[in-house]
């Protein structure tokens, strides 16, 4: 284990050579192990809870791009965008691409596709064009039976994210294993806002590089080294900061691609902490259909975080390709 340069109870952890507060890093409040360990496993009860949701990540079962023009979905073979299982009929309807323009058709008298609880009739409009290069959401999401689907935008392509409740991964999920719970893993660190906020380039893994845009970074000190993160927006919420890492445990007892952390708004001082007990697995874990960021070059740690989730491994009956 290494030696973490932190204050816990407004001490050091023995045997660190460089004091937090060197690098600008304010003193939290205390904490104990057992209040430690308790918030972890809240953490990790919420999130379990959220993978087993009937639309969470463990039931992602497709990602199916488009092409201009039109393009059929349904369990035939003849068809653009074939998905077979869970009963799914021949034919369920036709995705236009028109430009910036998706849309869906559903196959007239086919049983029932609804969105919001409604049947769908009519043509859905599922992504419309950009306002000012930014797409405007929520975006649609329709349903039959145990599938559910919306239009994605990755760069300049669009795809159709299929979700299916009754997907084996989903059904015969058990759990994530975690490395122990570790208080020297809970980091002391100080938000470093960007004026103005940083250009990043993210990539992922379809291969591609997006750019971001990072508000700021978490600086913190492990082994008597200085370290940062640089974070950026992944949600509405202003309470939190999102952040993907790679360290020396991947490919090992952790994923390969790294793993995501969210980090919580500092307060008035700058103050924060980054809790890598609560490091988690992407959703490219679990299934070959998610469209992952990798951490930036910047972000890819020197050292082995045994913390956090470990990577996952399905049950031996679970396919990840259901048909």
Request: hydrophobic share 40%; with cysteine.
């Amino acid at each position: 284990m290494l030696c973490l340069a932190l204050v816990v109870s407004g001490l050091l952890a023995g045997g660190c050579s460089s004091d937090p507060a060197a690098a600008g890093i304010p003193e939290g409040p205390p904490v104990t192990a057992a209040e430690h360990a308790a918030d972890v496993e809240e953490w990790g009860a919420a999130r379990r809870g959220a993978l087993l949701e009937r639309d969470g990540w463990l039931s992602l079962v497709g990602l199916m791009w488009l092409d201009e023009g039109e393009n059929s979905f349904g369990a035939d073979p003849a068809r653009d965008l074939v998905y077979t299982a869970s009963e799914t009929p021949a034919a369920v309807g036709v995705f236009v691409v028109d430009g910036e323009t998706v849309s869906f058709e559903p196959v007239p008298d086919l049983e029932i596709v609804t969105l919001d609880g409604e049947r769908v009739i009519d043509t859905v409009v599922m992504r419309a064009p950009r306002v000012e290069g930014e797409d405007s959401g929520p975006f649609p999401v329709l349903t039959w039976g145990s599938l559910r689907w919306q239009v994605i935008r990755r760069q300049d392509r669009f795809a159709v994210r299929l979700k299916d409740a009754l997907s084996p991964v989903l059904l015969n999920f058990d759990h994530i294993e975690m490395f122990p719970i570790d208080r020297s893993w809970r980091v002391d660190a100080r938000f470093e806002f960007y004026d103005p906020p940083k250009p990043i380039l993210i990539p992922n893994i379809l291969g591609t590089v997006g750019e971001g845009e990072s508000p700021g970074a978490v600086v913190f000190v492990v082994d008597g080294e200085i370290h940062r993160l640089d974070t950026w927006k992944d949600s509405d919420n202003p309470e939190n900061f999102f952040t993907a890492f790679a360290d020396l445990t991947n490919r090992d007892s952790t994923y390969g691609g790294g793993r995501f952390l969210w980090i919580d708004a500092p307060d008035e001082n700058g103050y924060t902490v980054v809790d890598f007990n609560r490091s988690y697995n992407p959703p490219c874990v679990f299934t070959p259909y998610a469209t992952c960021p990798l951490p930036p070059e910047q972000n890819r740690l020197p050292f082995a975080i045994e913390a956090g989730e470990k990577t996952f491994t399905p049950n031996a009956d679970d396919s990840r390709v259901p048909q």
